[in-house]
């Protein structure tokens, strides 16, 4: 009968409180646990993230920024050659239209990316932007009718072209180089032509053409 017997109801209430508080607090004190490990695991993710981005970008910097004066310089005797042996192909009854397809193709960065190259040739007046392949092309060797003031600046013929660089910008994988070249003709005259040509390296490492500008040098 005492074991049935009930406790007064304060002290029921009171047995009960502590009988919670026991319960709670390891619920509270695992909860906090939980949340702590949390945090670090976030905080070494985040670190260890950091610490990849950091090295990617290392890595990045290092493998793009790699551009070369001697490089640059092999672009432009690619081209001075180019030019050359266009003139020779037309002289010599060749295929001239496939020479000066294949430097373009080689050079020029129409076929790279988006394909966005600024053109500018220096005997370009109706229309002195060429943004595309065929309107470089007309440039160089001339015949095609919508650039009827193409007579093929390639064709003269130039026995010899020398680039004269007054200066050279490198940030990344790109160069931009700005000076004079000279052109030689058949009997031996010089015209001095004012240039700037910027160049991306693409990931086989060879220069691309993005930029090319050229001037006749200003005159009263």
Do not use: C
């Amino acid at each position: 009968m005492d074991n049935d017997r009930k406790l007064p109801k304060s002290q029921a209430e009171k047995v009960k409180s502590l009988d919670l508080k026991g319960r709670i607090t390891p619920v509270v004190l695992s909860l906090f646990l939980v949340l702590g490990i949390a945090a670090m695991q976030k905080a070494n993710a985040a670190a260890t993230s950091t610490a990849t981005d950091s090295k990617a970008l290392t890595t990045l910097t290092k493998s793009t920024n790699s551009v070369t004066v001697a490089e640059v310089e092999k672009a432009q005797s690619q081209w001075a050659a180019g030019i050359v042996a266009i003139g020779d192909a037309y002289t010599n009854k060749g295929n001239y239209k496939k020479v000066a397809k294949d430097l373009i193709n080689t050079l020029y960065a129409y076929n790279y990316e988006k394909g966005v190259v600024m053109f500018k040739p220096t005997k370009a007046k109706d229309i002195p932007f060429r943004p595309t392949k065929e309107s470089a092309l007309s440039y160089f060797v001339g015949g095609n009718k919508k650039f009827k003031e193409d007579k093929g600046f390639a064709l003269q013929p130039w026995t010899k072209v020398v680039f004269h660089n007054d200066e050279m910008y490198f940030h990344g994988d790109m160069a931009i180089a700005m000076g004079t070249y000279d052109f030689t003709d058949t009997k031996g005259k010089v015209t001095t032509v004012e240039y700037t040509f910027a160049y991306v390296k693409m990931p086989n490492g060879q220069l691309k053409i993005v930029l090319h500008h050229s001037s006749a040098p200003f005159s009263d």
